[in-house]
């Protein structure tokens, strides 16, 4: 599974979330000063991969409890951010490697991203935002190689929205990964 | 580099000749040489000479080659001496001093002239590293010419050698000076208009001597030339007294082979320097520049040799920043994918909590690893529920290393690993005194390894292999006896695997690794290991022997190099877990204390026994200080006793031909058990070869 394939579903999620109506139009200039809000700062800078610089954004709000951080959307957004920023890449002198080169901060990250999930699911009992955060909380699993574990999100999703499409096709996923005939 | 104590027997004679010779009054010259040349480096195995200026805790370390470049990962410094236009040869081999310290020293041939580098790291005020070299020439030859030492600092080159992670783009780079309020290094100042080369006439027997600091980072002008006033040797003498404390911290080994005991050494220096303080912990690196960064694979392999060297403190707070590894529904995963995270975690505690005895604050390490087990017993239940034939075990990885560095499988390493990691719960369970917790986890143990063993019974291979499911690069498998003990080391299935991968090497005791004749380092160690303790001692010694002899003339090990090339290309040394497994092994073949039975001398070396001691090596059963020796066919062993039974081991080449108290029992031509409590026994000999 790529870099791509976690992130872009959670980015497009976010967008829709945060972002105002004429950006969707394809309004890509827009400033900081544009965004009414931090989270649709923070979302934009996590379209544009900037994903540091928005993880910035998200804790000020939060330091500052801006109204916003109280709702399973913000969070949401937040653990996108989180472990998209995992898998950030450098170039240092033609050399390519991880922007957090020390791997315990790559893990930290990731392990903010879930427990952000579950904060967002504490904000919610929507079956459907619930399995959506759940499926999000198994892409991560699965992409850092925990499979079953995975397998366990993407049921559990289906439990809070039966006929979810992203649990649905990530259970087949990881049943024929797992070689299972269940 | 002090000449004196480089000086042989015949050089001094000449010197002390020179210095009779007064009356020509050459020794009231300025920077007169005795005309004798210091003692040449050791000798490199590899192609390019190259060498590790570390410093524990430092944030980057310097690489050093024998082609004069000194580089921190942003910048590099180039030494560029010459004569008359002809520039030095490349030095042969940088080498650490001879008490096996890091302190480099290496030498640039430059016929008459010869020039000689010393180097060494050590933290200024600020903590910041910076390394103090001195460049000293000296003409042997007969007549004057004239010597030119250029030095400039420069961007890395392209491919560079390495990059420091948190390197910046260095540009301007100065040195320290009036001009320069942030500066890249420091020099003793130049003639006017010189550029940057150091110029002299040399007449025979002549010699002169420059001096440079070179900071890991850049740093204000006027700090490098503050920390100028101190001379070299006293920054010498500092960072030797460093490494004096912090090797004696450990256990003290004296076992009469300046060979094996500098190559623990030497191997000791590299596990202590590759560390690095990060965010207040303590956290091991697989390596000062390329792998700068942590594998649990890696790290856990660092902190049991420290621990098993009596480096219990460091040991302890690296095994503690492990605990930052563990994710929240309880494995420990650094890599993506690297399921074999989880048990090699587990080990690292228990290497490191438990000796020399229970740590104060085992509870927190052990409350992980409980976490860990139940992670790792809800997988083996939910792969029996899913994967039918291939359940029990841990589900498929996709680790992107060595093992598979392409596709998913399921690793016997993970299993194997996960079989360490159950028994090392169980170990710290009862260490922290919660023996109900303990037996559940060993029953699981017991259920695990049956699993094991069914599995691989089922298997097509005819020893062990390295996936369960579909070909794999051997790597985990080759650890399935030692340390994890999911397989007997005495197994014919492993013993075929120890042959099979010993007889396709390129070079004897070690494994090749890939294409062609590239060869793995410490992937063999865990097969010595084994061989070792199923008393295959030719075996253990020709792993040992080769790890050795495979390292630079300052001790680093590589990871995987060329036999055919003795190049190790980009893949830089030293390797920490290259450098554990020599520690491992040494330490093992006198003093093993993995069973429940403690095992004296089980490999040393018939020159061992002239006179070898060891003190304060840390056991599960307290430190203990150790003696043993062979006189006139008589073996005897000293030791603080312990509460356990002691298998005592005779040298290689001898039998036992009778006990000298009725209170122990032969248990094999060479072996002696005796019981708990006692500090001393002797038996007669015979020799057999």
């Keep these: ?182 | 580099m002090s000449a004196a104590p480089r000086l042989g027997h015949a050089s001094r004679w000449l010197s002390h000749l020179v210095l009779v010779i007064g009356c020509v009054g050459l020794a009231a010259l300025p920077n007169r040489s005795a005309h004798a040349k210091p003692r040449a480096p050791t000798s490199d195995p590899f192609r390019r000479a190259t060498a590790a200026l570390l410093w524990p805790g430092a944030t980057r370390s310097f690489f050093v080659s024998g082609s004069g470049v000194c580089s921190n990962g942003e910048w590099q410094t180039v030494f560029e001496p010459s004569h008359d236009g002809l520039p030095a040869h490349e030095a042969h081999a940088v080498a650490c001093s001879d008490d096996d310290l890091p302190v480099l020293h290496w030498e640039m041939d430059n016929s008459p002239l010869t020039w000689y580098f010393e180097a060494v790291a050590v933290p200024g005020p600020d903590s910041i590293l910076f390394a103090s070299v001195a460049v000293r020439v000296i003409n042997h030859g007969a007549y004057a010419v004239q010597a030119d030492l250029r030095t400039t600092l420069a961007p890395l080159s392209s491919p560079a050698a390495f990059v420091a992670w948190d390197s910046d783009s260095a540009s301007n780079l100065m040195w320290a000076g009036a001009d320069s309020p942030i500066a890249h290094g420091w020099r003793e100042s130049l003639a006017p208009d010189s550029g940057d080369t150091a110029t002299w006439r040399l007449r025979p027997g002549h010699e002169r001597t420059r001096r440079y600091l070179l900071p890991a980072y850049a740093c204000p002008s006027e700090r490098l030339i503050a920390l100028s006033k101190t001379s070299h040797r006293a920054y010498v003498s500092r960072a030797r007294s460093y490494w004096t404390n912090a090797l004696a911290a450990g256990m003290q080994l004296s076992i009469g082979d300046r060979h094996t005991e500098s190559a623990y050494r030497q191997a000791l220096v590299v596990l202590l320097g590759c560390t690095q303080r990060h965010k207040g912990a303590l956290i091991p690196i697989g390596n000062p520049f390329q792998y700068r960064d942590i594998w649990l694979r890696d790290g856990a392999r660092c902190i049991a040799a420290l621990a098993m060297a009596g480096q219990t403190s460091l040991a302890r707070a690296l095994a503690t920043s492990f605990l930052r590894y563990q994710w929240p529904q309880g494995p420990f995963l650094s890599q993506r994918g690297q399921l074999d995270g989880t048990g090699q975690a587990l080990w690292a505690f228990e290497q490191a909590f438990l000796r020399p005895s229970p740590d104060s604050s085992l509870a927190t390490v052990t409350n992980a690893a409980v976490s860990a087990w139940r992670w790792m017993e809800l997988q083996r239940t939910s792969t029996r529920i899913l994967l039918g034939k291939m359940g029990g075990l841990l589900p498929y990885a996709e680790p992107r290393d060595g093992e598979l560095p392409h596709g998913r499988g399921q690793l016997t390493g993970n299993d194997a690993w996960a079989i360490a990691g159950y028994r090392a719960t169980a170990r710290l369970l009862e260490g922290a005194g919660r023996a109900h917790e303990a037996i559940a986890v060993r029953q699981s143990l017991s259920n695990y390894q049956a699993e094991f063993a069914r599995h691989l019974a089922e298997s097509k291979s005819a020893d062990v292999p390295p996936a369960w499911d579909r070909p794999a690069i051997d790597w985990g498998n080759a650890s399935v006896a030692y340390p994890c003990g999911a397989l007997s080391a005495a197994d014919p299935r492993f013993i075929r695997l120890a042959e099979r991968l010993w007889s396709d090497s390129p070079e004897p005791g070690l494994v090749r690794y890939g294409k062609g004749d590239s060869t793995h380092t410490y992937l063999a160690a865990d097969l010595g290991m084994s061989a070792m303790l199923t008393g295959r001692i030719d075996d253990a010694n020709r792993v040992i022997e080769a790890l050795i002899r495979w390292r630079t003339a300052s001790g680093g090990s590589p990871e995987i190099f060329d036999r055919a090339t003795r190049d190790y290309g980009s893949n830089l040394p030293p390797h920490a877990t290259a450098a554990a497994a020599i520690v491992t092994l040494i330490r093992n073949s006198l003093i093993y204390d993995d069973e429940d039975t403690l095992r004296l001398t089980m490999a040393a070396r018939p020159q061992w026994w002239r006179r070898g001691r060891f003190e304060r090596a840390p056991t599960r059963w307290g430190l203990l200080d150790v003696s043993f020796s062979l006189r006139h066919q008589r073996a005897t062993w000293k030791w603080t006793a312990v509460s356990v039974p002691t298998i005592l081991t005779a040298p290689p080449g001898y039998r036992i031909d009778h006990l000298n108290s009725p209170v122990a029992s032969q248990i094999g031509p060479r072996q002696i058990v005796v019981p708990p409590g006692r500090k001393w026994f002797s038996a007669e000999l015979e020799r057999v070869y």
Excluded at chain 1, 31 to 51: C, H, I, V, W
Excluded at chain 1, 86 to 97: C, I, L, W
Excluded at chain 1, 151 to 166: T, V
């Design chain 1, 1 to 182: 599974m790529t870099r791509l394939t976690l992130v872009a579903p959670a980015i497009f999620l976010c967008l829709c979330i945060f972002l105002p109506h004429e950006l969707h139009a394809g309004d890509s200039h827009k400033n900081e000063a544009s965004d009414s809000t931090r989270p649709q700062f923070a979302a934009r800078l996590l379209s544009d991969g900037k994903y540091s610089q928005a993880i910035r954004i998200f804790e000020a709000a939060l330091a500052d409890s801006d109204p916003e951080a109280k709702s399973w959307e913000f969070h949401c957004g937040y653990a996108t951010c989180l472990s998209a920023a995992a898998f950030e890449s450098t170039n240092r002198f033609g050399v390519a490697g991880p922007q957090q080169s020390i791997s315990s901060e790559r893990i930290d990250l990731v392990r903010q991203a879930i427990r952000e999930l579950d904060i967002a699911e504490g904000l919610t009992s929507a079956g459907p935002i619930v399995a959506m955060l759940r499926v999000q909380r198994g892409t991560i699993l699965e992409t850092w190689g925990f499979p079953l574990d995975a397998y366990g999100c993407y049921r559990s999703a289906l439990g809070a929205a039966p006929f979810d499409g992203d649990a649905s096709a990530g259970l087949a996923r990881m049943r024929a990964l797992l070689g299972s005939s269940e």
